[in-house]
């Protein structure tokens, strides 16, 4: 356990340095850890057991953070893959929404225009239907005289 008390108080070699930490807090001494041969005072041994204690809260918290950012990483990761995933069919939904409605656009004005080929046809018809009415009155009166005629005494 001095072994490891004695590690964390000395910095990283080069080698390791270079490397990733997950916790990003480290705690360094100043000073050169006491050799193994060396006796301590019991005062002494409470402040290292307490500074080794402080040292592993730290780190644990440190790695309690870090975890929390990755996972928080991931997360945002995934909602942002799922909004793109998202925009992606929004656009499909749009473009075939805007087909639809072109399509509808196009078959209203087709179906406006037939309404205004029949209104044309049917002023056209109006006149007919007058010109057939006064040809029937015509013709009515013409039967008229032709059967007073037959039917001469």
Not at 84 to 107: H, I, K, T, Y
Not at 119 to 140: A, F, H, P, W
């Given at each position: 356990?001095?072994?490891?008390?004695?590690?964390s108080l000395n910095p990283p070699a080069p080698e390791e340095a270079l490397q990733e930490d997950p916790s990003p807090v480290?705690?360094?001494?100043?000073?050169?850890?006491?050799?193994?041969?060396?006796?301590?005072?019991?005062?002494?041994?409470?402040?290292?057991?307490a500074m080794e204690a402080v040292e592993r809260d730290a780190a644990a918290i440190a790695e309690s953070y870090a975890s929390?950012?990755?996972?928080?990483?991931?997360?945002?990761?995934?909602?942002?893959?799922?909004?793109?995933?998202?925009?992606?069919?929004?656009?499909?939904?749009?473009?075939?929404?805007?087909?639809?409605?072109?399509?509808?656009?196009?078959?209203?004005?087709?179906?406006?225009?037939?309404?205004?080929?029949?209104?044309?046809?049917?002023?056209?018809?109006?006149?007919?239907?007058?010109?057939?009415?006064?040809?029937?009155?015509?013709?009515?009166?013409?039967?008229?005289?032709?059967?007073?005629?037959?039917?001469?005494?």
């Amino acid at each position: 356990m001095e072994a490891d008390a004695a590690s964390s108080l000395n910095p990283p070699a080069p080698e390791e340095a270079l490397q990733e930490d997950p916790s990003p807090v480290r705690f360094y001494s100043s000073c050169a850890a006491a050799p193994a041969s060396a006796v301590m005072s019991p005062g002494a041994r409470e402040a290292a057991a307490a500074m080794e204690a402080v040292e592993r809260d730290a780190a644990a918290i440190a790695e309690s953070y870090a975890s929390l950012f990755a996972s928080l990483r991931i997360t945002l990761s995934n909602v942002t893959s799922t909004s793109a995933d998202n925009m992606e069919c929004l656009g499909e939904v749009v473009g075939r929404l805007q087909e639809s409605a072109l399509e509808a656009s196009s078959r209203g004005n087709k179906y406006i225009h037939s309404c205004l080929r029949l209104n044309e046809e049917m002023r056209g018809l109006e006149s007919l239907s007058m010109q057939l009415k006064i040809m029937r009155k015509i013709v009515d009166s013409l039967d008229l005289a032709v059967d007073r005629l037959l039917h001469l005494p």
